[in-house]
């Protein structure tokens, strides 16, 4: 057990220090000067020349990468262009905005996907399943930017029913101003008991999360129903039904709880994937993540912090990856001996 | 991307060649349907000048005095910002995404083979090295990747290609190198190394040929989800640039006006959907027909 998760955390160490390298490698594929884009448009020789030294481009690739080394490891992860901030700082606020709507995204897309999968397994090929088939492909098919636009446009522009952007009403500022303690605005909200203010958060997350939920749900509900379909066939499963249990039960207790582990897997993975797809999406709805961060930095093309969160997402990733794989080696021991 | 693996199938009764594909056709309307529609825009792409109805208007033209007009019999989907014809446009548009995923696969498929066959065949430290190189390629959620690096790279459609077939080529090594490791393992490639027969001769008649089905699933699969990202980097701006008739950029440029004119962006967003529903439908039909059994989770 030990062995299996330090074999792990090790493989992980060093997939980590490749995505640092091939961080590195790009930004110095940047065509152009970095050090001209940093000394603005009317700066002279001498100041680009400064510039350049300021920002270390006069060192040789070896040092420069090894100073990156150090500089990510101690939380140095270089200016922003355009907010002028260090990069970390402005990830660290951003940040908790985008985990809370990649979260709610992920609760939404299991909600749904769960139960039909599960009802397309039960009746493999028929017409209800063929449906579920097709609208769990639509939703990986979807470019999430355009329903994105789409649901803006009808739910708030012409039905009204929900807020069309921001993170909750901007009039809440003034009588129910939310106290930051964790950065996390629904976690503050809920702590410090301000209601309005959470009322306000939910009904504002409603149709983003929505959005970024249509590609997991999709997978989700496709995974489901096969490891549901892989499983109801396997001996205790007849067991069970022997045992005079109800098709019901049969599914959605005994079948379903050994289609958790891939699907928790495939849950971890999709993550990553989903704060990628905030990238999309939150722009649109004004929502103040690493979207939106992102979204400005392509913008204005600020290389340091497009790098940043790119860096930021590759790490979340690989640690996400790490617990499952680690979870999963606890819960089903027969994963340690592959 | 991630796929869901596929239920087992059931073993069916051996029959003629054509009356068993027409029977898994049959039993699989979701596959017939995507494949008539992908032939269908492949049609359209081809021809984009006959059954546009204004053909100048795919590039720099412009009409200022037919600027963003509704939908109407002259114009079917409207008129853009510029008073192009959005019909015209979309149907250009087909185009541009198809062929793009087509040269990011082709792109992907040249540098994956070659190092998932010589890291499933040799294995050992050559199996080490690509396969932690892939590792840390897989580490990034595909979009981010092509994303940094069509960042960095001068924007047009031919960075923004690269930039995907970078991020895509890691999966079809690690598939590969699973199937050639597991050939390269049996008992015949074992006589043939007896007999004196070089390493390429091998890999070349034996290996590559038993390894490569569920590659050919896996790029179908991938031809929906290849123009999915493209589209969503156009759409950031980080792709084809105006006047190019790209569909993720006329969503793009069509959101500054979307509240009041609501057909810019409706029906190429439409079309990608389409696109993207329609190749995904014929790649989850396809490996259910073909491959029935391979999943790319862990």
């Not at chain 1, 606020?93 to 909600?111: D, G, N, R």
């Not at chain 2, 580490?139 to 924007?155: E, H, Q």
Request: glycine share 8%.
């Amino acid at each position: 057990m030990t062995g299996y998760v330090a074999r792990r955390v090790a493989l992980a160490a060093l997939v980590v220090a490749g995505v640092i390298i091939a961080t590195f490698v790009i930004a110095r594929v940047v065509p152009g000067d970095p050090a001209a884009t940093w000394a603005g448009p009317h700066a002279s020789a001498a100041q680009v020349a400064a510039a350049r030294r300021f920002l270390g481009l006069d060192r040789p690739p070896l040092v420069q990468l090894l100073a990156y080394f150090g500089g990510i490891l101690s939380g140095n992860w270089g200016l922003s262009i355009h907010t002028h901030q260090p990069v970390l700082s402005d990830i660290g606020t951003a940040a908790p905005a985008s985990l809370e709507l990649v979260t709610a995204a992920m609760i939404i897309a299991l909600a749904v996907a769960v139960p039909l999968g599960l009802v397309s397994a039960r009746w493999p090929g028929g017409l209800v399943d063929q449906a579920i088939r097709a609208v769990s492909i639509l939703g990986v098919s979807m470019p999430i930017f355009w329903m994105a636009l789409i649901l803006q446009l009808v739910f708030s522009q012409r039905l009204h029913v929900l807020p069309a952007a921001g993170e909750y009403s901007p009039g809440l500022l003034f009588s129910h101003p939310l106290a930051q303690r964790t950065g996390f605005s629904l976690i503050d909200a809920t702590i410090s008991g301000n209601w309005p203010m959470l009322g306000s958060i939910l009904v504002h997350l409603v149709l983003p999360a929505v959005v970024v939920a249509a590609y997991p749900a999709g997978l989700i509900a496709r995974m489901v129903r096969a490891q549901v379909l892989d499983t109801v066939s396997e001996t205790h499963i007849q067991m069970i039904r022997a045992l005079g249990f109800s098709e019901r039960t049969v599914y959605s207790r005994f079948a379903m709880k050994l289609a958790w582990n891939p699907v928790a897997a495939a849950v971890a993975l999709v993550f990553g994937y989903s704060l990628v797809n905030t990238f999309l999406v939150e722009a649109i709805f004004d929502w103040p993540g690493l979207g939106s961060y992102t979204a400005a930095s392509i913008a204005t093309l600020d290389t340091p912090a497009i790098l940043g969160v790119t860096l930021f997402i590759a790490l979340v990733y690989v640690a996400a990856n790490l617990a499952v794989d680690i979870i999963q080696s606890v819960l089903d021991p027969r994963i340690r001996l592959r | 991307m991630i796929e869901a693996p596929s239920p087992t199938a059931i073993p069916a009764p051996v029959l003629p060649r054509g009356q068993a594909l027409w029977r898994g056709l049959r039993a699989n309307p979701l596959l017939v349907a995507g494949g008539l529609t992908a032939v269908l825009i492949l049609v359209v792409a081809v021809a984009a000048p006959l059954l546009a109805p204004f053909p100048g208007d795919a590039g720099s033209a412009t009409h200022p005095f037919f600027v963003l007009r509704p939908p109407s019999a002259q114009h079917w989907f409207g008129t853009d910002q510029v008073g192009r014809d959005v019909l015209s446009r979309v149907i250009y548009g087909a185009r541009i995404s198809p062929l793009v995923a087509v040269i990011v696969l082709v792109i992907a498929c040249v540098i994956g083979i070659p190092l998932g066959i010589a890291a499933g065949y040799f294995g050992g430290w050559v199996d080490e090295v690509i396969m932690r190189v892939t590792d840390v390629f897989l580490a990034f959620p595909s979009l981010l990747l092509a994303l940094a690096l069509a960042a960095v790279l001068p924007t047009s459609l031919t960075s923004l290609t690269i930039a995907i077939a970078v991020t895509w080529w890691p999966w079809y090594t690690r598939l590969i190198r699973g199937q050639a490791a597991s050939v390269a393992g049996r008992p015949y490639i074992d006589s043939c190394r007896a007999l004196g027969i070089p390493a390429w001769r091998i890999i070349t008649r034996h290996v590559l040929p038993n390894s490569v089905t569920p590659l050919i699933v896996q790029v179908s699969l991938d031809v929906g989800g290849v123009i999915l990202t493209a589209s969503a980097l156009s759409f950031l701006g980080l792709g084809a640039q105006d006047p190019t008739p790209d569909w993720g950029l006329m969503v793009s440029e069509g959101q500054t006006y979307f509240t009041t004119d609501w057909w810019v962006v409706t029906f190429p967003g439409i079309a990608i959907l389409v696109t993207a529903f329609a190749f995904n439908l014929l790649g989850d039909g396809l490996r259910d027909l073909l491959d029935p059994k391979r999943s790319l989770l862990p």
